[in-house]
DNA sequence: ATTATCTATAGATCTATAGATAATGC
DNA sequence: ATTATCTATAGATCTATAGATAATGC
């Protein structure tokens, strides 16, 4: 694992971001490609952008790589990597709160690092069948994920979510609400300037999610999740400016 | 409104899809671009397409319409006008199941008809300022909707969610989980070849919208809402492919 | 010798327009 | 006269490669 990926899988990556003049080119080229993707959209960034913004010239960028494709699926990878560390089950002890904490930042810190892949999912899948394979096992795995940790906060007596049914129902919706989350914030809450997204306002999509746990707390802890809630809550009431709905017919 | 738009408004869209002789070209080129971009993806159409595919001349298409954008955002002033007049909510009766069971099959069969839409949704935004302020409200709008749509439910007694703050964040949640669960369908789900979706999967996810409502129900109306989810409970039961994770660390 | 890089470019699109021509409505 | 349509094309990209040159590691 390249120096950079290893910061990014542990979380320094907003600090390590920029390439510098020590990293291979083959790693530059990865790490200023993540950057542009992140910032313009993978649509608006073609692989001349990417040896301009590095200035390399073309040519040498194709010596690294195929085409924009393989740099993309060699950016999923390390995405795929950072999430399965974060998502990391111990078994030799219950879950916590904190640990619940700890999954719902790390997710959302995950997605923020590669924030440009959910924007343009279907297109990539659609034009690599490698990604789309590796991609389908990871959101299966994402989703066992979500549910073993339900399980263990069940046996923890944090929630009561023992119908396995019911758990993995509420897990997807989990997965939707975690996955959805940026894009509504990009598309419905922004002002009228494009897309200026901070990474506490994508945070704010754990007061989402622990609305849907809240009516499986135990009395017990119900208290500490809703204060946990309570952290994230948005600021700007963003669903509240109530626009007058056109009645029609 | 045209033809086509009236018979889209009322949901006939599948049946007068074809554009037909009789049609004016504008609207002919309305209706191509909408089944092109449903098909293959608004990435992959291109105003030479659509041309090709009405067997006009780009020059042509060029003299009813300034530019893609243009297409794509009257597209989406019928889209809207389609799910406003779904989600009209009757002020002088109380909400009753079947009212339930009509906003979600009709926001589905919305979302079906118009499912290019969703897919490339930041892209559309970041490149029409008009379809960007539009789409807003219209989300706003939607929002407005669930929410009213769950206060008249629970004065109907079939389902408790009194508080307004607990209710504007299920209400987000459930449009969280409606314009997500398309795209988690053609990227988690589907097999290896691209993206076949039908309209019957889709409305799956009124199983995962009922899920979201389940804890709130009296138990007046319990057996019935469950009973309502039980129809449209996925064959395959697509999240329990658990694929072993892997440990990391 | 091998690896990394650059220059130059062919070939494929796509957008959008100018200008000519055909069809239609008074 | 006005509206609709076509032909032809300029200009702007973008991808990906061939072939030359420079840098590096034994």
């Not at 990556?13 to 490609?33: G, N, P």
């Not at 700890?102 to 995950?110: A, C, K, Q």
């Amino acid at each position: 694992m390249a120096d950079w990926a290893i910061s990014m899988a542990f979380g320094w990556s907003q600090i390590t971001t920029i390439a510098d003049e020590s990293m291979k080119t083959r790693d530059k080229i990865l790490l200023s490609s993540l950057e542009l993707f992140n910032e313009r959209g993978e649509r608006n960034v073609t692989t001349n952008h990417i040896a301009a913004h590095l200035a390399i010239s073309p040519g040498n960028l194709y010596y690294h790589f195929r085409n924009k494709s393989d740099i993309i699926y060699e950016i999923f990878l390390e995405y795929e990597k950072l999430v399965d560390y974060y998502l990391t089950i111990p078994q030799d002890r219950a879950l916590t709160l904190d640990d619940l904490t700890f999954y719902l930042e790390s997710v959302f810190d995950g997605l923020w690092s590669y924030r440009f892949f959910h924007r343009d999912l279907e297109y990539l899948l659609d034009t690599d069948p490698r990604l789309r394979k590796d991609y389908r096992e990871f959101t299966n795995r994402c989703l066992a994920a979500i549910q073993e940790i339900f399980w263990k906060l069940t046996e923890a007596g944090i929630i009561e979510l023992t119908s396995e049914d019911l758990r993995s129902a509420v897990s997807l919706n989990v997965w939707l609400v975690v996955t959805n989350w940026m894009a509504f914030l990009k598309t419905a809450h922004a002002g009228d300037e494009p897309a200026s997204l901070t990474l506490t306002e994508l945070k704010q999509g754990i007061y989402q999610v622990l609305t849907i746990q809240l009516p499986y707390l135990t009395p017990e802890y119900r208290e500490q999740v809703v204060a946990l809630r309570e952290r994230y809550r948005p600021s700007l009431p963003q669903s509240c400016e109530l626009v007058g709905r056109e009645k029609v017919g």
